[in-house]
């Protein structure tokens, strides 16, 4: 079935370094996606997103990429800090269905 | 209010008792959705309302789940004769309009089924 999902389970860096959380989705339909931060206790925060037009977006600190020819997405974080440890979650759509569609998320922990 | 708001944020209750919860959207967002998140898991799409349109009912599990959104404001989300397995927090989104990705989400009301 169509489906996204994480490579990574959970991703453990130092304070400073860069942080690269992968995703893989299915539906090639896929044409709008969305990574999401989630603290604990907490509501999912919009961090980027991107869509298929495009092939990398630039926020912050955050750099979303897209290979729409592996069905493949990252986020990089760089100069990682200790307030970036949360879950990630990518979630996707595609023209014409309203629901965003999420993957199982990677646990980001970040030691100072 | 600035952000989307769900009460109650923590609901225990006992296997067979029903429970409501309920998501205020930001104000202007015709687009709502609820999710059900089980511990250390994904978000599971339950239910979505678009304005007057009849919601997008496909991620409710079962026929105790229902929900009901009055116009662009206020939805419940009911749990008729809840049972263990429904122990999870509930998410609630909204969106200002459909071409827009980008879903608000509340902080959850976290349910425990004793």
């Known amino acids: 079935g169509e489906s996204v999902g994480l490579h990574l389970p959970t991703l453990s860096v130092q304070e400073g370094d860069n942080s690269i959380i992968n995703c893989a989705y299915s539906?090639?339909?896929?044409?709008?996606f969305i990574w999401y931060k989630q603290e604990s206790g907490k509501g999912p925060q919009f961090i980027i997103d991107?869509?298929?037009?495009?092939d990398k977006r630039q926020g912050q600190r955050v750099t979303v990429l897209l290979n729409k020819t592996v069905k493949h997405l990252s986020l990089q974080i760089a100069a990682t800090q200790p307030g970036d440890s949360a879950v990630y979650f990518c979630?996707?759509?595609?023209?014409?269905?309203?629901?965003?569609?999420f993957g199982k998320g990677t646990m980001l922990l970040v030691s100072p | 209010g600035a952000g989307v708001s769900q009460s109650p944020s923590n609901k225990v209750t006992e296997k067979g008792k029903d429970v409501e919860l309920r998501c205020d959207p930001i104000?202007?967002?015709?687009?709502l959705y609820w999710y059900r998140q089980r511990l250390g898991q994904g978000l599971e799409f339950l239910i979505y309302?678009?304005?007057?349109?009849?919601?997008?009912k496909s991620g409710l599990p079962s026929d105790r789940f229902s929900a009901e959104r009055t116009g662009e404001s206020v939805s419940t989300l009911t749990i008729q004769r809840t049972q263990q397995e429904d122990s999870a927090v509930y998410l609630c989104?909204?969106?200002?309009?459909?071409?827009?990705?980008?879903?608000?989400f509340g902080e959850g009301s976290r349910l425990t089924v004793l």
């Open positions: 309302f678009q304005g007057n349109s009849a919601p997008d």
């Open positions: 991107i869509r298929s037009n495009m």
């Open positions: 104000s202007g967002h015709t687009a």
């Open positions: 539906n090639s339909a896929s044409d709008y």
């Open positions: 979630a996707e759509n595609h023209s014409g269905y309203s629901t965003l569609t």
């Open positions: 989104a909204s969106r200002p309009r459909l071409e827009t990705g980008e879903l608000f």
